[in-house]
C-alpha cells in the first residue's frame, strides 16, 4: 500500500475468507489495513453503530467501486469504497452526510 493509500483510506478493512483474522487485526490497531487473497466478501464497521458489516465483493466492477449501502443494523448510510488490485482489495467506509 502506498503512503497515498495509508494516509487517505484510514480506516481500511481487508479482504478474507475468515472475518475473525480481519476483525482482530483491525481491532489491534496493529496496521491501518489488512490485505490477504480477493474472496466475494469483505467487512467494513459501520461508523455509526460500531458493527462489523460483511459486504460482497464485485470482481468485476472495476478496479475503484464506490457506492453507498444502508448499515443492516442501524440503516446509516455509508460511502463503501473497494479497491481491487491483482489477489487483493481494500475496503473503506465513511458516514454518507461527511462527504457533503
Not at 484510514?10 to 496493529?30: C, K
Not at 449501502?69 to 465513511?94: F, G, K, N, T
Request: charged residues 30%; proline residues 4%; contains cysteine.
Amino acid at each position: 500500500m502506498t503512503n497515498w493509500e495509508e494516509s487517505r483510506l484510514g480506516g481500511v478493512r481487508g479482504v478474507s475468507g475468515d472475518a475473525g483474522d480481519i476483525g482482530s487485526e483491525a481491532r489491534d490497531g496493529s496496521e491501518n489495513g489488512h490485505f490477504t487473497h480477493v474472496d466475494d466478501d469483505a467487512t467494513y464497521v459501520c461508523d455509526n453503530c460500531g458493527e462489523e458489516i460483511v459486504i460482497p465483493v464485485d470482481l468485476a466492477g472495476g478496479q475503484d467501486q464506490t457506492y453507498v449501502e444502508d448499515c443492516p443494523v442501524c440503516c446509516s448510510p455509508s460511502v463503501i469504497h473497494v479497491h481491487l488490485d491483482d489477489d487483493r482489495a481494500v475496503v473503506h467506509a465513511e458516514p454518507e452526510q461527511d462527504r457533503y
